[in-house]
């Protein structure tokens, strides 16, 4: 792009107008709930980015991450009896300290090897959560209570729409800042080369972590929003097929794009409710876009949809 | 009692393929709206023995109701999602439903963990909801906009100790898996056995998708004195649990399973393990060995018929919770002039004496589900085939 402000900010604002312009077209209460279900993938999607577009390093097992944030809501409110926006709090932060404890003996690992450990750091907090019955409510799943905001029960899924698209801009806005900020350059420098950047003197372990941890603490984070949003969660959350989901969606958007983890997000939380109606056919038909898209669009959607467009000024 | 009033009953017996009347009645205003029933079912994953046979159920009968005028002068609408027994699935669909779809009534959620998860947005949307799941927390306590047609975890419980406590059986071992039917069954089981004269030794668990259940029964062959097995639960691993049971040469002591497996599906695929197991069923499943002057025996006659004829399979008793879901919605849908929500859900509450294939239904404020044990039956399962015992 001609001026790179342009296109850091560009993308930013056109962000918020879309979220802000959104519910005109909205009909009724179940595409608002579509509308937060896309917003809080997102969320978690901009998060994974920053670990898998940027400092390259692959995670198989994010949905842990999003389902302990939303457990922790879910158990500290109904079993506990915690405000609900402390039990989020609390539940970032332990997700913030569980994903620290885990990312120093993992992230010495590289390639499959990392993928192969966070694969089973997701399957262990997976059965953990389906079988521990007593706390957890087992694979059925747990109700959770309505956040309150004082006197106020944030419920419709009006309400929940701005709450997650308000959460989702100011993180888009975080990342963008990140990116573009030394410790950003850092990151980036790691999936270049990771020798290479040591020799720059970037504290590459310290560096990596940083990433994982922030990257889980918004995971966590967006799932304690769906907890209360939806008021109902299930180990599922954390299941193997959820993690392949958000890497999908980061990759299928385009890796290293912000704006490319938003849009993955969204075509693949609207493309199985758009589908629904295709009964046996919906996974053929998911299957074919998927790969039709990979096959032609090799760098993820906004990537080659950007170089398309510059291709096509020129 | 509607069994004693014949031409009450006559009507019932010709199943759900509503009185001709009402076509002939409702024919000048076939251009209204249609009723819209909404559902979410496990039609496939491992709640498929479920959700399948409901499905068709539903799809059959609202065809047939169509074909025969429908209901209150309208024609009726089947929406039907496939959960694959998935709670959160079933949530999403269920605001579906009610936002999208804007549906009258939902007839579904073939499971307990199904139910419970969509309960809430159901109560809070209020229009009636006719659950064809299992368990007693369904509709204990009470919810507003919520019903079920299947016996309860408890009777089916209270049943099998019946028959233990007859054999003379002293101490018995309870398997289950960790979904909400399951934990709800083992709960019961616990509770009652006392009641009963029974100890409940042993109380094992496996996992939601197990696929060998081999370490907990053999726990239960390794402690001294159990006379009984227990099982809780319903679907795929049921049959697991079946077949590892053969496996490890256990048939010397004797098993019940409850009703959630009450399909010939769990027989076939189970491939003889099941031999001798007592299961307490709805009289649909022995439907042919009722006695002739049981009040079931024409509904629960025309009910196999119809769909084996259209299936060109056995019937189960999943099958039958979705029809008798669907009578009691379309007879309420008659007697409110419409389908009005707060009045349709007024009459699913007045029901009585509704001869449903499941049982007989009597509802009330404070039972939601309007069955008693006497429409319950024990069978044995002898050469793969549904015996009834009493």
């Known amino acids: ?314 | 009692m509607t069994a004693r009033n014949p031409s009450r009953r006559l009507a019932l017996c010709l199943g759900v393929a509503t009185a001709v009347m009402l076509g002939a009645l409702g024919g000048a205003q076939a251009q209204q709206a249609p009723i819209k029933i909404g559902s979410f079912l496990a039609v496939t994953g491992p709640a498929s023995f479920l959700g399948d046979p409901e499905a068709k159920t539903l799809k059959l009968y609202v065809d047939r109701i169509n074909k025969a005028g429908g209901v209150a002068g309208r024609q009726l609408q089947l929406v039907v999602y496939d959960s694959a027994g998935d709670a959160k699935q079933a949530v999403s669909f269920a605001k579906r439903l009610i936002d999208e779809d804007k549906v009258d009534l939902i007839i579904g959620g073939s499971t307990t963990g199904e139910t419970m998860a969509a309960a809430p947005v159901v109560q809070e949307a209020e229009l009636p909801f006719i659950s064809l799941a299992g368990a007693n927390v369904v509709v204990e306590p009470v919810k507003k906009w919520i019903f079920k047609t299947p016996h309860s975890d408890r009777m089916a419980i209270e049943k099998i100790f019946e028959d233990a406590q007859k054999r003379e059986f002293k101490k018995v071992a309870v398997i289950g898996g960790p979904g909400g039917f399951d934990q709800s069954c083992r709960a019961e089981a616990v509770k009652l056995a006392p009641r009963y004269g029974l100890e409940v030794v042993a109380n094992e668990t496996y996992g939601a998708n197990d696929t060998e259940m081999t370490p907990q029964l053999t726990r239960i062959r390794s402690t001294p004195g159990v006379q009984a097995i227990v099982g809780c639960g319903f679907g795929a691993p049921t049959v697991i649990t079946a077949r590892n049971y053969k496996q490890l040469g256990m048939q010397n002591i004797p098993f019940y399973f409850n009703h959630g497996v009450g399909s010939d599906q769990f027989i076939k695929q189970s491939e003889g393990a099941t031999e001798g197991m007592r299961v307490p069923v709805a009289a649909v499943l022995v439907g042919d060995q009722l006695k002739a002057d049981d009040p079931q025996r024409p509904i629960v006659t025309d009910y196999r018929k119809t769909y084996t004829e259209a299936y060109n399979e056995p019937i189960s008793t999943f099958g039958g919770h979705a029809f008798d879901a669907l009578l009691i919605a379309t007879e309420a849908i008659k007697r409110a002039g419409g389908p009005d929500k707060a009045k349709v859900r007024d009459e699913i509450e007045k029901t009585k004496d509704l001869i449903g294939v499941d049982g007989i239904f009597t509802m009330s404020a404070t039972d939601h589900m309007g069955l008693d044990l006497r429409s319950f039956k024990m069978t044995e399962i002898k050469d793969g085939k549904w015996v009834l015992l009493y």
């Open chain 1, 1 to 314: 792009m001609a001026n790179p402000a342009l296109g850091r900010w560009g993308g930013l604002i056109v962000l918020i107008v879309v979220v802000a312009a959104l519910p005109l077209v909205l009909p009724n209460k179940f595409y608002y709930d579509i509308a937060v279900k896309t917003g809080l993938n997102a969320l978690v999607c901009v998060g994974l980015n920053l670990l898998i577009g940027y400092a390259g390093q692959i995670s198989l097992g994010h949905a842990a991450f999003f389902a302990l944030g939303g457990y922790a809501s879910a158990v500290l409110t109904t079993r506990y009896e915690w405000n609900g926006f402390l039990a989020l709090g609390a539940g970032a932060v332990a997700t913030g300290i569980v994903a620290y404890l885990v990312a120093r003996p993992i992230l010495r690992l590289k390639g499959h090897y990392l993928a192969m450990a966070t694969l089973a750091f997701g399957i262990i907090v997976s059965l953990v959560l389906n079988r521990e019955i007593w706390l957890t409510g087992g694979p059925d799943g747990i109700t959770v209570p309505t956040l309150r905001l004082g006197d106020m029960r944030l419920r419709s899924a009006e309400t929940w729409y701005w709450i997650t698209g308000g959460a989702l801009v100011v993180v888009t806005y975080l990342a963008l800042n990140l990116i573009h900020s030394p410790s950003g350059r850092a990151i980036r420098a790691l999936h270049g080369s990771e020798v290479a950047a040591e020799t720059l003197g970037i504290d590459v372990a310290r560096t990596k972590t940083m990433v994982f941890v922030l990257s889980a603490v918004i995971a966590a984070i967006a799932g304690s929003l769906f907890a209360h949003a939806d008021r109902f969660i299930t180990p599922n959350e954390a299941g193997f097929l959820r993690s392949v989901e958000l890497v999908t969606m980061v990759v299928l958007g385009g890796m290293a794009s912000t704006f490319g983890a938003i849009v993955g997000a969204a075509l693949l939380t609207v493309l199985p409710q758009a589908l629904a109606g295709f009964d046996e056919f919906k996974h053929i038909v998911l299957g074919a876009i998927l790969v039709g898209t990979m096959i032609f669009l090799p760098k993820g959607l906004v990537p080659s949809l950007g170089a398309l467009i510059r291709r096509w000024r020129r």
